[in-house]
């Protein structure tokens, strides 16, 4: 019984194991400025890369990639700064493209103003807001 118990263990174990749970870092470096600039990247054993560089609290920009269990290559770059985070690459969604319909639906109401019909202002007073209580 204890020798089947060890052998389905092992067996489990040899079936769940992760390959990219006994990665290490095979490159790295980091250079950070007391005026707030920084730059760094490291690549690790299995594949995954990433690099960034920036001014502290202002803007960056970098990226990343890593292998698909497919074995793709897949690249993600970007940018942060006051527009926020703006990444790029072939992996992410993108819209889909705005119809023909809507395009010229657009179009016509930036040619054409919607027209605002003028109102008549009213003054009120306090006075004669009070007076007509006043009886």
Known sequence: MLVASAFLACAYAAATYNQDAGAYVVK???DI???GNYQYNYETSNGIAAQESGIGGNHATGG???YSPEGE???ISYLADENGYQPS???LPTP???PAAILKSLEYIRTHPQYVEPTAQRSFSRS???KS???
Do not use: D, M
């Open 89 to 91: 690459g072939n992996l």
């Open 128 to 130: 004669g807001f009070l």
């Open 33 to 35: 400025q007391p005026e």
């Open 28 to 30: 790295s470096a980091a």
């Open 96 to 98: 889909p493209p705005i």
């Open 73 to 75: 290559l897949v690249q």
């Open 64 to 66: 990343f990639s890593w």
């Open 133 to 135: 209580f006043a009886g």
